[in-house]
């Protein structure tokens, strides 16, 4: 369609909202959102991360165990787990698109 036509349906679009902002539904959206679990703490310094493709690894140089989980943006963290000392871990994805952010204490 037309530009016009584009016009046309912007106009059920805003009654729409208009009439959502006048029942209050705007107002409950703006209550209070649900506590968010608390932020996970970096990793030590003496575990080691790096990333080969779609596999994320870490290595424990530390004296002791570590749990850690590896975290992607765009695709799924993994599980928290432990690695003793000395000792290694990966996790693999399957989306091209994410991309490794790093490991962090759980």
Same mark, same amino acid.
């Not at 036509?5 to 209050?24: K, N």
């Given at each position: 369609?037309?530009?016009?036509?584009r016009?046309?349906?912007?106009?059920?679009?805003?009654?729409?909202?208009?009439?959502?902002? %006048?029942s209050?539904?705007?107002?409950? &959206? /703006?209550?209070?959102?649900?506590?968010?679990?608390? +932020? @996970? #703490?970096?990793?030590?310094?003496?575990?080691?991360?790096?990333?080969?493709?779609?596999t %994320?690894?870490?290595?424990?140089?530390? &004296? /002791?165990?570590?749990r850690?989980?590896?975290?992607? +943006? @765009? #695709?799924?963290?993994?599980?928290?787990r432990?690695?003793?000392?000395?000792?290694s871990?990966?996790?693999?994805?399957?989306?091209?698109?994410?991309?490794?952010?790093?490991?962090?204490?759980?």
């Amino acid at each position: 369609m037309t530009m016009g036509g584009r016009r046309m349906l912007a106009l059920p679009v805003l009654a729409v909202l208009a009439l959502g902002l %006048a029942s209050g539904t705007a107002a409950a &959206s /703006t209550a209070s959102a649900p506590a968010q679990s608390p +932020a @996970l #703490a970096a990793a030590p310094d003496c575990v080691e991360s790096w990333v080969d493709g779609y596999t %994320a690894e870490a290595r424990n140089d530390c &004296s /002791t165990s570590k749990r850690i989980k590896f975290t992607w +943006a @765009l #695709a799924p963290d993994s599980s928290c787990r432990t690695i003793r000392s000395g000792s290694s871990s990966s996790h693999t994805i399957s989306n091209p698109l994410a991309y490794f952010t790093g490991i962090e204490s759980c």
